[in-house]
């Protein structure tokens, strides 16, 4: 591993002191505590885009986490950088999703914007943080420093003074570890890739449509050229495999200049720097935000997904305001946890409840209100 790596053997360490593992490194250690969480489980049944119940081929949040997961080591090992950190940082990102995708975190944002919000991101750090219970000596699931800091991708200024250690870069104005800053592109290049595989797949976009996205187009040209007769579906995957390709060598060798005109040495020079250290070169970047811009037009704002929008908006709306009338709607541990506390502790723990959820519980829940 390079010097500028993160190293567990300069690593801020974990919350509560453990002894080190036997067979495996700590970075590893937090990986398998991931996998094993069940927060983790609960992502195979969470929309990515399309709901978990509108088609078995679609990504789920689980598929999702393990493409991220997938790119992210590729570049993290190709740069000579912390690969089992890199992965548990990938697998993390999402586990404080809430069921529905993005219309879900937005209507609990708005359930809960007297007490504090809600921001997945953040509630994905309290995920490993507080709300996994499952070792005997603590709550959560005690990560690395580095691990945490990466799971906590953006901030407010607010929540982070609230946050202790990974909260200080926020205020202080300094860059995650380079594993961090890989899983959150990653994380970009992973969705803006298979959405264009599911939204092709759910016939909401079109061959002509895409071709209008350069990132897109020249992969297209070039398939085309050497198989004229390709059939669309394997046309499409060619393209993507391809998409993919381009884009992750371009941000390998990108990086790899500024890491190497930067002059860092070590992680702490890398949290020091101006600006991320792991970019695109500016060209592939350009295509890459048109691509996404594209997604979000035509794939996310699609009518076919705003009336599952709006569904799931009032699933978690009406789910919120009948736990808030009366906690006992809801499993006993978290009743009595909210039926203790002051408003705004009692909301969070509805808060945390409802994004517990996977989308068919919501669902089923909701229908249990009516009952
Ligand atoms: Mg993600």
Do not use: W
């Not at 599911?198 to 079109?206: E, K, P, Q």
Request: glycine share 6%; with cysteine; charged share 30%.
């Amino acid at each position: 591993m390079k010097s500028y790596a993160a190293n567990e053997l300069h690593s801020r360490g974990r919350r509560y002191n453990e002894p080190p593992p036997t067979y495996r490194g700590e970075y590893q250690r937090d990986r398998d505590r991931i996998i094993h969480s069940t927060a983790f489980r609960r992502l195979v049944y969470k929309t990515q885009v399309f709901v978990n119940h509108e088609g078995d081929l679609y990504r789920t949040r689980l598929t999702h986490s393990l493409e991220v997961s997938q790119i992210g080591r590729s570049v993290a090992v190709a740069l000579g950088l912390n690969e089992p950190l890199t992965e548990a940082i990938c697998l993390a990102h999402d586990l404080g999703h809430t069921p529905f995708g993005h219309a879900g975190q937005d209507t609990l944002n708005a359930c809960m914007r007297d007490y504090g919000g809600f921001e997945h991101n953040l509630q994905s750090l309290r995920v490993v943080d507080k709300l996994e219970a499952k070792y005997a000596d603590f709550a959560g699931l005690n990560l690395m420093f580095e691990t945490r800091e990466g799971i906590l991708k953006h901030c407010s200024v607010r929540n982070a003074r609230e946050l202790g250690d990974v909260g200080e870069r926020f205020l202080e104005r300094r860059q995650p570890g380079l594993e961090a800053q890989i899983a959150n592109l990653a994380d970009a290049i992973a969705y803006n890739n298979h959405d264009v595989d599911d939204g092709f797949r759910a016939g909401l976009l079109t061959l002509e449509q895409l071709r209008e996205q350069p990132l897109f187009e020249a992969q297209h040209l070039d398939v085309r050229a050497h198989y004229p007769d390709l059939e669309d579906r394997r046309l499409i995957y060619e393209i993507i495999r391809r998409m993919i390709g381009t884009v992750v060598t371009d941000l390998i060798e990108e990086t790899q200049r500024r890491i190497e005109a930067s002059g860092v040495a070590s992680i702490d020079d890398v949290r020091e720097a101006d600006e991320s250290l792991v970019q695109m070169s500016p060209e592939i970047y350009e295509q890459h935000v048109s691509l996404k811009r594209f997604l979000n037009k035509h794939l996310y704002r699609h009518e076919q997904k705003l009336e599952m929008t709006r569904r799931a908006q009032a699933i978690v709306r009406e789910l919120f305001e009948a736990y808030s009338g009366d906690p006992f709607l809801m499993p006993l541990e978290f009743a009595e946890k909210a039926a203790s506390r002051n408003e705004a502790q009692r909301a969070r723990v509805i808060a945390d409840y409802i994004a517990g959820m996977t989308d068919r519980y919501a669902i089923a829940a909701h229908e249990g209100l009516a009952g």
